[in-house]
């Protein structure tokens, strides 16, 4: 697996332009992007913040997972997203490697990546958001 960066860390919140407002106003950062991603049941917002970008999540519905992760966990910092070249051979090299998948092939997602998620089961807790941008190939 050939990770080339940080690409994103993904942030639940109840209330997406409340967020915004406070990284803009309080941090100084500029929310370059406001996405709707349907299938997925999530609204986002983006910052950046050198090379890495911080990627907010409100739900648009309460069963959709970011609706469930803020019940039960509350706001806060909800996966880490790693860049990667060749998404499908790293799921296929995790998958070697006994890691649980939560995607088994890769999906689009927010800004036209192609993603795909380890499971907190086998990645210490921490839930792990694999990118690629095909465009940038």
């Known amino acids: 697996m050939e990770l ?3 690409e994103h860390i993904g942030i639940a919140v109840k209330d997406l332009d409340s967020a915004i407002k406070f990284y803009e106003d309080v941090l100084g950062l500029k929310c370059y992007s406001v996405e709707e991603v349907k299938d997925q049941k999530v609204k986002t917002a983006f910052f950046k913040i050198g090379q890495t970008k911080i990627e907010l999540l409100e739900s ?3 069963d959709c997972p ?5 019940e039960k966990k509350g706001e806060g910092i909800h996966h880490l997203a790693f860049h990667v070249n060749g998404l ?3 799921l296929n090299d ?3 490697k006994e890691i649980q998948l939560i995607d088994k092939n890769p999906r689009k997602g927010a800004e036209g990546l192609d993603i795909a998620f380890l499971h907190p089961k086998s990645t ?3 839930l792990i958001e694999l990118c690629e941008d095909k465009n940038k190939i």
């Open 4 to 6: 080339t960066h940080i």
């Open 60 to 62: 648009t519905e309460p």
């Open 66 to 70: 970011i609706g469930k992760f803020i």
């Open 88 to 90: 499908q051979s790293a």
């Open 94 to 96: 995790a998958q070697n």
């Open 124 to 126: 210490n807790g921490v």
